[in-house]
Nanobody, 112 residues
Framework: QVQLAESGGGLVQAGGSLRLACAAS????????VEWFRQAPRKDREFVAR????????YYADSVKGRFTISRDNAKNTVYLQMNSLKPEDTAVYYC?????WGQGTQVTVSS
């Protein structure tokens, strides 16, 4: 079993920044890739970013490339999503996932 807990969401103006964290507990974290997804109101959940267990392999959705940075600290069992130059269309609930486990999500709201 793995428990994931996201944090760091909030309300920010367009152009601002937020850093989300996904803290894991329950088993060895470093062996597994972790992904961030988001779901806006009335839209399907979409992929945002992925990082391998070692952190050496990273992928981004085109919509966030160049603005978001995913990283991980395996000593802290935590994956981060640094979000810069935020846009109103980034407004969503952000979730992290590893293997088959999901966190509860954290709300990000970007005002124009």
């Amino acid at each position: 079993q793995v428990q994931l807990a996201e944090s760091g969401g909030g309300l920010v103006q367009a152009g601002g920044s937020l850093r989300l964290a996904c803290a894991a507990s329950g088993r060895t974290f470093s062996s597994y890739p972790v992904e961030w997804f988001r779901q806006a109101p009335r839209k399907d959940r979409e992929f945002v970013a992925r990082i391998s267990g070692s952190g050496s392999s990273i992928y981004y959705a085109d919509s966030v490339k160049g603005r978001f940075t995913i990283s991980r600290d395996n000593a802290k069992n935590t994956v981060y999503l640094q979000m810069n130059s935020l846009k109103p269309e980034d407004t969503a609930v952000y979730y992290c996932r590893t293997d088959v486990y999901w966190g509860q999500g954290t709300q990000v709201t970007v005002s124009s």
